[in-house]
């Protein structure tokens, strides 16, 4: 089926950590983005990484698109780093974009 | 440039009412994207709209409808509410219909049915 799953659901980290969200797609599923959701509710642009890996500041992501994943690295994270990461992909027909069921980050001071 | 804007941000209206939501695209996007997000889900897509016209739908009950200006902007509308149709309405803008480009959102309409 169409799928995207995200691991893990819900993260705890004290201010300073690293971490690694990862992100499984299926076949039909390509071209991801990476989102991290204000306490406001809107989708953040992190990344979008059809293959390879991408650097802003602190923050990375990897995929590979030939096994299915994409991973996303939070370095020496900070408090304003926690809400909600939602990685996505397009569905091959149709220009949708599959969301997984996100990660929720929270760095503690 | 000017990025993904939406309206109203926030709205309550009553069951079986009708609602209309508006989003303005990203200047040089000719693609809008809707979706619901409900609480503690990832969004869901409602329907795509290129060129002024429907361009694929996700699985929701023709009540929700929509529309694509000539400048790009576009409407969502929901007619006989139900309450489960409470939820964040998220808009994206994108370069060409189906083509896999980078979509950027909007800052969301958190619709409450009562």
């Known amino acids: 089926g169409i799928q995207v799953e995200q691991s893990p659901p819900d993260l705890i980290l004290q201010e300073g950590a690293n971490s690694t969200l990862r992100c499984n797609f299926s076949d039909s599923v390509n071209n991801l983005q990476w989102f991290h959701q204000n306490p406001w509710g809107q989708l953040i642009n992190l990344f979008y990484?059809?293959?390879g890996t991408k650097q802003n500041g602190r923050l990375s992501a990897t995929t590979v698109a030939t096994e299915r994943y994409s991973l996303l690295y939070i370095s020496s994270s900070q408090t304003t780093d926690s809400g909600v990461y939602f990685c996505?992909?397009?569905?091959?027909?149709?220009?949708?974009?599959?969301f997984g069921q996100g990660t929720e980050l929270s760095v503690k001071p | 440039e000017t990025g993904v804007t939406q309206s109203p941000t926030h709205l309550i209206k009553t069951r079986g009412q009708q609602v209309t939501l508006r989003c303005s695209s990203q200047s040089g996007h000719n693609t809008v994207s809707w979706y619901q997000q409900a609480l503690g889900q990832g969004p869901q897509f409602i329907f795509q709209y290129y060129r002024e016209e429907e361009n694929g739908r996700g699985n929701f009950p023709p009540r929700f409808s929509g529309l694509q200006f000539p400048n790009y902007s576009s409407e969502l509308n929901v007619n006989a509410l139900e309450l489960d149709d409470s939820a964040l309405y998220l808009c994206?803008?994108?370069?060409?219909?189906?083509?896999?480009?980078?979509?950027?959102f909007g800052q969301g309409t958190r619709l409450t049915v009562v």
């Open positions: 990484i059809p293959s």
């Open positions: 996505a992909g397009f569905y091959n027909q149709g220009g949708k974009l599959i």
């Open positions: 994206a803008s994108s370069l060409g219909g189906t083509a896999f480009t980078e979509a950027f």
